[in-house]
């Protein structure tokens, strides 16, 4: 398709056209990227944007059925909703842990929802520039929301902290002990904390937990950014659909209160900023992977080692082979 009609049926928000540009930014193609950049170039002009909520909980905490609740209630406030999953940690083809097609049925049915499921690529580097442009095109599209899901691993964390401007922590009620498991980087990233399951017989302990975490918030250093109160924790219950308006309000006046102290856009500039840095690194270490990189850093490993090259020589004589038009590229 013409990059010129997609742009404009994007820019209509329609959701075929959406999921089509989602996959042409998925492509590894070197013409697929060159229409890729073409689109998000000319979709930029656009000037749209959404509020992007990061959100992560270990595997059965709840997130998709608290994104499910949580999005038919923004949905029934009149704005649109976009989810958007990054899971490094799938290999499976096709895969991901929005892959479950029965996962958010209610959702995914609505015309005011558009859910996509993590791409399949196993490097977290390759998965990140990925579900930044989509983010990108979801905000083209008009979405007032963007979700963007990840599960409780590794790095992922920081990768979809850095492209969003709240982030969510679900956390399932426990006894005192296990809270030591959440990593204390991870508390720190979370401008709130949301205790599910809070219905039931799991309502007391997640009342407790909830109290825990938020004793454990106030020992962290405020941030100068955030209004007397942040980081804070509440309990909520997905499935009975209670606590969800109550969020919704602190991310509000959070969001509010960013955006009048300048904190918001500055930080935006800042992401910007570190994904252009890092959009660097990977494009030198792919350079650094080819077949032909590698056999020259054996050849001038094996010079340094052996026959006394100076390394930093050997360095130079490597990196200015990396450039382009020097047969590397
Ligand atoms: P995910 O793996 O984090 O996406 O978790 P799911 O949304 O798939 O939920 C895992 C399990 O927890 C399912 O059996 C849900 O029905 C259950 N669950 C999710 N939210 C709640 C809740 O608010 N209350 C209760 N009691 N169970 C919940």
């Known amino acids: ?20 540009a989602i996959t042409l930014v998925e492509s590894g193609r070197a013409d697929h990227r060159a229409q890729a950049s073409e689109l998000l170039a000319r979709l930029a002009g656009a000037g749209r944007q959404a509020l992007r909520i990061g959100l992560s909980g270990t595997p059965g905490v709840g997130k998709s059925t608290f994104i499910e609740s949580f999005g038919m209630m923004l949905i029934s406030q009149g704005l649109r909703v976009a989810v958007l999953a990054v899971d490094p940690s799938s290999t499976r083809s096709g895969g991901s842990i929005l892959g479950d097609k029965t996962r958010m049925e209610r959702l995914s ?5 558009f859910i996509r499921p993590s791409p399949s690529q196993s490097h977290l580097g390759g998965v990140a520039r990925r579900t930044r442009e989509a983010i990108a095109l979801c905000e083209a599209a008009g979405f007032d929301v963007v979700l963007i899901e990840t599960v409780g691993v590794g790095q992922s964390e920081t990768v979809v902290s850095e492209m969003s401007d709240l982030f969510l922590l679900l956390l399932a009620p426990a006894g005192g002990d296990e809270l030591q498991g959440v990593k204390r980087g991870i508390m720190e990233m979370a401008d709130i904390i949301l205790v599910n399951k809070a219905d039931g017989d799991l309502k007391a302990t997640a009342t407790r937990t909830c109290a825990d975490y938020a004793g454990a918030l106030r020992l962290l ?48 500039a800042e992401q910007a ?38 390394p930093s020589v050997a360095a130079e004589t490597l990196l200015s082979n990396l450039m382009p038009g020097q047969g590397y590229s």
């Open 1 to 20: 398709m013409e990059i010129d009609s997609l742009s404009d049926r994007i820019l209509n928000g329609d959701r075929r056209a959406l999921a089509r």
């Open 109 to 113: 049915r609505e015309p005011a929802a």
């Open 221 to 268: 250093r405020k941030r100068p950014q955030d209004p007397e109160g942040f980081p804070k924790a509440m309990t909520v219950s997905a499935v009975e659909e209670h606590g969800l308006e109550q969020s919704w309000d602190e991310m509000r006046s959070l969001t509010n209160w960013r955006k009048e102290s300048g904190y918001w856009s500055t930080n935006r």
């Open 273 to 310: 900023q570190f994904w252009f840095e890092q959009e660097v690194r990977n494009a030198l270490l792919s350079r650094l992977a080819t077949p032909q990189a590698r056999a020259e850093m054996e050849r001038l490993g094996n010079a340094v080692r052996e026959e006394g090259l100076s």
